[in-house]
Each structure stands twice: as structure tokens, then as C-alpha cells.
């Protein structure tokens, strides 16, 4: 007997300001008075979250009971403001929307305007989503102006990308088998390995290149350069100078270009995808290298200065084969250093040490940031239980802060004393903070005078007195 559409809303509101209570219940009301209004309507439900802004909601409760509810088929229309109440960013409101459709059930968005339907159009949505996203954090109306020129051109074409291809939408989908290649690349790369190496490896394992010849490292290069992998794309990179011609040059800024992030399944997650663009421009740089031609990553702010808390910086040492050191360089402090070689070993050996049992029981502490840490903690040591270098990927993992002791006891006392940590806080030890909360302290291996902060600033001294002397 019901030829009534059933109709819900979905509202949402931020509870950082002032009165959005009473929104709530106001948009709640204004709902369901519309859809009370409309004969050939029933009112299913109104939907709703608040959140502390809109990009940072975690949870949507109200969301989440509604894709269930439709799921069901209990939904016929959805109403909901504008996209960007609607979803959190492009990808989450596309997947959203697909979902609805297969379960059949309508999206109406009042502000833009678009019913969801036979004849909606993906792409405009697209667009608006994008846009609905950008728009929340502000951009200008400059860059808005580009993307709805480059709507009104059509240009957001598709661009062949190794490990996608174009589904009958026109939407980037993920081919599994070269998926597992970019994988494999940006995960070799991420441990060490030069994009040369990469490419032989590829090459002796039979994988096809994209260029039908053998790997070589400019495909790499390619790889690791495209934001695509991440999920984003870039609007505009290049532009038609000769329209004649159609010639393509490379956009270098004489022309808007627009970032979009999340626009479709990434193949790369954005941790690694981050960190490979780090790596990259630290070997750019031609950094960090020492005599063999292996790259000594830096231990980034990681590690701070016992007097003052600021990072300590890494500088080389040229002198004695000592490698670097790591040296306070605030003016207000006692300029603490300390090289470099005994905090990684203390950094390994606290690893080794990272105790299974510990790691296991904090899969139970209270902090839901602190049990994700553990369970990631708990799946390294199973499959690496040491290291036997200090890399960059597994320090960014697993590490919070490193804190060095003092170490400014004379005359140094070889035996560990015994205190509430198992050494003494203030002493030659280094402390290692991990991501989980468990705190592991090891000697740090300054034995010798040579080895003390002191000597080895007076050999930094000298050093620095000798170059001078030479050059005058
Ligand atoms: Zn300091």
C-alpha cells in the first residue's frame, strides 16, 4: 500500500562553537517538519554527529548507523545539506555515494543542487567534492576559479599511470598485478636500496617494464615521483602553450595548478609515500654519505639535547674515522655532543632489548593510540627481532624521542649502577622512547675519556682551529 518514498536526513554539526546544541536540535526539527511536509514522503530518521571541525570527526556514530540502516533497505532518499557536511573529504563522499547506489537509494545535496541517480554525473561530483574539501580548509578563491575552469575545459582526463587503469566511469582503478611492483619499488627504496638497484632487480626477476625494454632507473624514478600512488592528483601539471600544435609543456607555475588530495584508492599509504619523498631529497642533496657511498640517515629531531631539550644536529667529523656527531647547537646551552656511532648502537641495542612480554601487555593500555603502537611494535619484532643498522623507516615507526643522559660524571664509573630504570637517569646512558610508551634505557657505551662530551668538543675545537690555521 505504501507508495511512499522513505526518506532520511543526515545532519552535522561542530561542538566547538558556541550554542551548536541547540543547531542540532534546530537542523533535527527543520528535517523532520520537510519531510513531514511532502505527502509522498515518510520520514525514516534524521541522522546525525557532531564533531570538534569538520575534517577532524574520527567516529560518526550517526553516519555509520545510517550506511547500515540503508544497507538494509529500510532508506529510500537520503537529504543532506552540502558535501561537505555530508563527508569528510573526496573519497570518503564518493565511496559513500556508490555505496548508496548499490543499495538503491537517492542522495539529495541541497546546497549544490545534485540529486544522486541514473543521470548524475560521477565527475561533476568529483569536482564538487573536491571542492567541498578544499573549501573547508580555506583556500582561495583563485585556486577555486581553476578547478571550475578546468571543469568547464573537461580536462580532467584520464592519464595512463602504470598500476591503474580507466574502469567504464572513467575512474582510476587499481591493476593488482602492478600495483605489487610499485609496492615492491617504493618498499625497497624506502629500505635502502638506489633506484638503479631497484631497476636490475626488476629486470633479473623477468617483471615486464611499463616501457616493454628492460627496467632502468628513470621508471623508478617515476614510481616514486607520482602523487598518484598516494591517491591525489594534480590538476593542470601541464598546459597546451600551441594550441595548433597541441605541445605540452611542464606547468611551472605560469599557470594555477591544484592539488587534490584523496581523489581515488591509493596503492602506496601516505606514511611510506611521505617518507620515500624525504629519503629522495636528502640523496638529492648528496647528504649524508659517507666514504663508502652508504647513506647515513639522520636521526631527524628525534634526539635531544639532556640540558636544554632542543634536537640535537648532526654534523660530520673529520677527523679519526669517527664518522658524526650529534651536538647541541642552542647558544644558551652547554653545547652537549655526543657521536653519533653510540646512539645508534644504543638505539639497536634498545630495540633488541624491546621486551615481547612488555609489548604485549600494552595491547591493553588505556590509550587506543598507545595499543595501535604496540600491535605495530609487536609485528616488527616478530618478523625483524634485531636490527643491524639504524634506517630511517623503522626509526620514524616505531620511535617518539630519543634522550641522551648527561653524561657528565667524572671520573666514569665502568660498573651500571642500578637505580629505579636499571641505570642511573642523569649518568652515560641513552634513553629511548618508543611510539607504544614503553620507555627502554641502555648504557650508552662512553667509556673512555675520549669518548665524553667534553673531549670530544675540544676535538671539534681543535679541528676547527687547525682548518683555520691552514687557511691563513
Ligand atoms: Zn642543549
Same mark, same amino acid.
Given at each position: 500500500?505504501?507508495?511512499?518514498?522513505?526518506?532520511?536526513?543526515?545532519?552535522?554539526?561542530?561542538?566547538?562553537?558556541?550554542?551548536?546544541?541547540?543547531?542540532?536540535?534546530?537542523?533535527?526539527?527543520?528535517? @523532520?517538519?520537510?519531510?513531514?511536509?511532502?505527502?509522498?514522503?515518510?520520514?525514516?530518521?534524521?541522522?546525525?554527529?557532531?564533531?570538534?571541525?569538520?575534517?577532524?570527526?574520527?567516529?560518526?556514530?550517526?553516519?555509520?548507523?545510517?550506511?547500515?540502516?540503508?544497507?538494509?533497505?529500510?532508506?529510500?532518499?537520503?537529504?543532506?545539506?552540502? =558535501?561537505?557536511?555530508?563527508?569528510?573529504?573526496?573519497?570518503?563522499?564518493?565511496?559513500?555515494?556508490?555505496?548508496?547506489?548499490?543499495?538503491?537509494? *537517492?542522495? =539529495?545535496?541541497?546546497?549544490?543542487?545534485?540529486?544522486?541517480?541514473?543521470?548524475?554525473?560521477?565527475?561533476?561530483?568529483?569536482?564538487?567534492?573536491?571542492?567541498?574539501?578544499?573549501?573547508?580548509?580555506?583556500?582561495?578563491?583563485?585556486?577555486?576559479?581553476?578547478?571550475?575552469?578546468?571543469? @568547464?575545459?573537461? =580536462?580532467?582526463?584520464?592519464?595512463?599511470?602504470?598500476?591503474?587503469?580507466?574502469?567504464?566511469?572513467?575512474?582510476?582503478?587499481?591493476?593488482?598485478?602492478?600495483?605489487?611492483?610499485?609496492?615492491?619499488?617504493?618498499?625497497?627504496?624506502?629500505?635502502?636500496?638506489?633506484?638503479?638497484?631497484?631497476?636490475?632487480?626488476?629486470?633479473?626477476?623477468?617483471?615486464?617494464?611499463?616501457?616493454?625494454?628492460?627496467?632502468?632507473?628513470?621508471?623508478?624514478?617515476?614510481?616514486?615521483?607520482?602523487?598518484?600512488?598516494?591517491?591525489?592528483?594534480?590538476? *593542470?601539471?601541464?598546459?597546451?602553450?600551441?594550441?595548433?600544435?597541441?605541445?605540452?609543456?611542464?606547468?611551472?607555475?605560469?599557470?594555477?595548478?591544484?592539488?587534490?588530495?584523496?581523489?581515488?584508492?591509493?596503492?602506496?599509504?601516505?606514511?611510506?609515500?611521505?617518507?620515500?619523498?624525504?629519503?629522495?631529497?636528502?640523496?638529492?642533496?648528496?647528504?649524508? *654519505?659517507?666514504?663508502?657511498?652508504?647513506?647515513?640517515?639522520?636521526?631527524?629531531?628525534?634526539?635531544?639535547?639532556?640540558?636544554?631539550?632542543?634536537?640535537?644536529?648532526?654534523?660530520?667529523?673529520?677527523?679519526?674515522?669517527?664518522?658524526?656527531?650529534?651536538?647541541?647547537?642552542?647558544?644558551?646551552?652547554?653545547?652537549?655532543?655526543?657521536?653519533?656511532?653510540?646512539?645508534?648502537?644504543?638505539?639497536?641495542?634498545?630495540?633488541?632489548?624491546?621486551?615481547?612480554?612488555?609489548?604485549?601487555?600494552?595491547? @591493553?593500555? *588505556?590509550? @587506543?593510540?598507545?595499543?595501535?603502537?604496540?600491535?605495530?611494535?609487536?609485528?616488527?619484532?616478530?618478523?625483524?627481532?634485531?636490527?643491524?643498522?639504524?634506517?630511517?623507516?623503522?626509526?620514524?615507526?616505531?620511535?617518539?624521542?630519543?634522550?641522551?643522559?648527561?653524561?657528565?660524571?667524572?671520573? =666514569?664509573?665502568?660498573?651500571?649502577?642500578?637505580?629505579?630504570?636499571?641505570?642511573?637517569?642523569?649518568?652515560?646512558?641513552?634513553?629511548?622512547?618508543?611510539?607504544?610508551?614503553?620507555?627502554?634505557?641502555?648504557?650508552?657505551?662512553?667509556?673512555?675519556?675520549?669518548?665524553?662530551?667534553?673531549?670530544?668538543?675540544?676535538?671539534?675545537?681543535?679541528?676547527?682551529?687547525?682548518?683555520?690555521?691552514?687557511?691563513?
Amino acid at each position: 500500500m505504501s507508495e511512499k518514498k522513505r526518506v532520511a536526513a543526515y545532519c552535522r554539526v561542530s561542538s566547538n562553537l558556541e550554542g551548536q546544541q541547540s543547531s542540532m536540535k534546530l537542523q533535527q526539527k527543520v528535517y @523532520e517538519e520537510k519531510i513531514g511536509a511532502n505527502p509522498d514522503w515518510e520520514l525514516v530518521a534524521v541522522y546525525s554527529d557532531e564533531g570538534a571541525t569538520g575534517t577532524m570527526v574520527k567516529k560518526r556514530y550517526g553516519f555509520m548507523q545510517m550506511m547500515e540502516d540503508a544497507s538494509e533497505g529500510l532508506i529510500d532518499v537520503i537529504i543532506t545539506k552540502s =558535501i561537505s557536511r555530508f563527508a569528510r573529504n573526496t573519497l570518503e563522499c564518493l565511496e559513500s555515494i556508490r555505496e548508496l547506489q548499490e543499495y538503491g537509494v *537517492q542522495l =539529495i545535496f541541497e546546497k549544490e543542487g545534485i540529486t544522486t541517480g541514473e543521470a548524475f554525473s560521477e565527475m561533476v561530483l568529483t569536482i564538487m567534492a573536491a571542492f567541498a574539501q578544499e573549501e573547508s580548509r580555506s583556500l582561495s578563491e583563485n585556486l577555486k576559479w581553476g578547478i571550475r575552469k578546468r571543469y @568547464e575545459q573537461g =580536462i580532467d582526463r584520464w592519464v595512463c599511470v602504470y598500476g591503474y587503469t580507466s574502469n567504464e566511469k572513467g575512474k582510476y582503478q587499481i591493476v593488482e598485478e602492478e600495483a605489487e611492483v610499485v609496492r615492491a619499488a617504493y618498499h625497497l627504496y624506502d629500505s635502502g636500496k638506489s633506484m638503479g638497484w631497484i631497476a636490475d632487480y626488476f629486470t633479473k626477476q623477468g617483471i615486464p617494464s611499463p616501457g616493454r625494454k628492460r627496467w632502468d632507473a628513470s621508471n623508478i624514478s617515476v614510481f616514486l615521483n607520482n602523487e598518484k600512488y598516494v591517491g591525489d592528483i594534480r590538476l *593542470q601539471k601541464k598546459y597546451t602553450v600551441d594550441h595548433m600544435e597541441h605541445k605540452e609543456i611542464k606547468n611551472d607555475g605560469k599557470v594555477p595548478s591544484y592539488y587534490i588530495k584523496e581523489h581515488h584508492t591509493p596503492i602506496i599509504d601516505r606514511k611510506t609515500y611521505d617518507r620515500v619523498q624525504v629519503i629522495k631529497s636528502m640523496r638529492m642533496r648528496g647528504k649524508n *654519505q659517507d666514504a663508502t657511498g652508504h647513506i647515513q640517515y639522520p636521526f631527524g629531531d628525534y634526539v635531544i639535547c639532556p640540558h636544554c631539550g632542543e634536537p640535537l644536529i648532526q654534523r660530520k667529523l673529520e677527523i679519526q674515522d669517527a664518522g658524526s656527531y650529534l651536538c647541541c647547537e642552542n647558544e644558551a646551552c652547554g653545547q652537549f655532543i655526543l657521536l653519533s656511532s653510540f646512539v645508534s648502537k644504543a638505539i639497536m641495542e634498545a630495540y633488541k632489548q624491546l621486551d615481547l612480554q612488555m609489548l604485549t601487555k600494552k595491547l @591493553e593500555a *588505556q590509550n @587506543e593510540e598507545q595499543r595501535a603502537q604496540a600491535a605495530y611494535a609487536l609485528e616488527y619484532k616478530k618478523t625483524y627481532p634485531e636490527f643491524p643498522t639504524v634506517e630511517y623507516y623503522w626509526l620514524d615507526d616505531l620511535i617518539e624521542r630519543v634522550e641522551p643522559g648527561k653524561h657528565t660524571t667524572m671520573p =666514569i664509573v665502568a660498573k651500571m649502577l642500578k637505580g629505579k630504570g636499571g641505570y642511573v637517569e642523569d649518568d652515560r646512558t641513552i634513553s629511548i622512547y618508543w611510539r607504544c610508551g614503553i620507555k627502554t634505557t641502555v648504557f650508552s657505551g662512553v667509556k673512555k675519556d675520549k669518548d665524553m662530551p667534553q673531549c670530544v668538543k675540544s676535538l671539534v675545537l681543535a679541528k676547527k682551529e687547525r682548518q683555520q690555521i691552514e687557511r691563513a
